[in-house]
């Protein structure tokens, strides 16, 4: 089945700094790549995706990018502020109906 | 909209003692599910639902169980509480089955502690 690896664990940053957490996968077959990002007493909420059909996809300050060969994607925080101070799951389908997430990073803005 | 609703926020349980997690959604979402988050271990799903009368087991399903009797409401049931259990728990809903490849919509999570 699929296994999801999420590093690192925690990460500090200036604000104005960028950021990056890197997931690696198992399964070849996978083919959807979500980004959760949980706030504070709250749920997860989906922040960006990527497909296996592109390698890059860019929302504002936020970007994944996919390496299928290496099976690993990554998500890339430009300009950081402290509202983006918050853990970011990744995540990887072992099925249609089983989505595995990794084991969360505790992102960190200071100003 | 209210989105994905749990009741209750908080709940101290002895061992031994059973209850449900209620979890409702009105955005007439097909899939379900629920995940329990510890620290260092990430989001592990515990169950989840197709649709109504049709429910399946995730990554962690022992100790749990579900049913899945409306379109809007899923709970979960444990029929005897261990500390084991003690987590946080979080329902979600997606649009359509084929829910991994979806956006999954949570609810704020229920805290449980088992002493």
């Known amino acids: 089945g699929e296994n999801v690896e999420q590093h690192p664990s925690t990460l500090s940053v200036q604000e104005g700094d960028s950021a990056v957490i890197k997931c690696t996968y198992s399964?070849?077959?996978?083919?959807?790549f979500p980004w959760y990002k949980q706030e504070l007493g709250k749920g997860p909420q989906l922040i960006i995706d990527i497909r296996s059909n592109v390698g890059e996809k860019k929302d504002q300050r936020i970007a994944v990018t996919l390496n299928k060969t290496a099976k690993h994607f990554s998500l890339h925080i430009t300009e950081t502020q402290p509202e983006d101070s918050a853990v970011y799951f990744c995540?990887?389908?072992?099925?249609?109906?089983?989505?595995?997430f990794g084991t969360g990073t505790r992102l960190q803005v200071f100003p | 909209n209210a989105g994905v609703t749990q009741t209750p926020k908080f709940q101290v349980l002895k061992t031994g003692q059973s209850m449900t997690l209620q979890c409702a959604q009105d955005?007439?979402?097909?899939?379900m599910s629920w995940y329990r988050q510890d620290p260092g271990m990430g989001l592990r799903l515990i169950h989840y639902s197709v649709g109504a009368g049709i429910t399946d087991q995730g990554e962690v399903p022992n100790g749990y169980n579900v049913s899945r009797s409306t379109t809007e409401d899923f709970p979960l049931r444990l029929l005897s509480a261990a500390p084991s259990q003690t987590s946080v728990y979080f329902c979600a809903s997606s649009r359509t089955s084929g829910g991994a490849y979806n956006e999954q919509f949570f609810g704020p999570g229920t805290r449980l502690t088992v002493l």
């Open positions: 955005m007439n979402h097909e899939y």
């Open positions: 995540a990887a389908p072992a099925n249609t109906d089983k989505l595995i």
């Open positions: 399964d070849s077959a996978s083919n959807y």
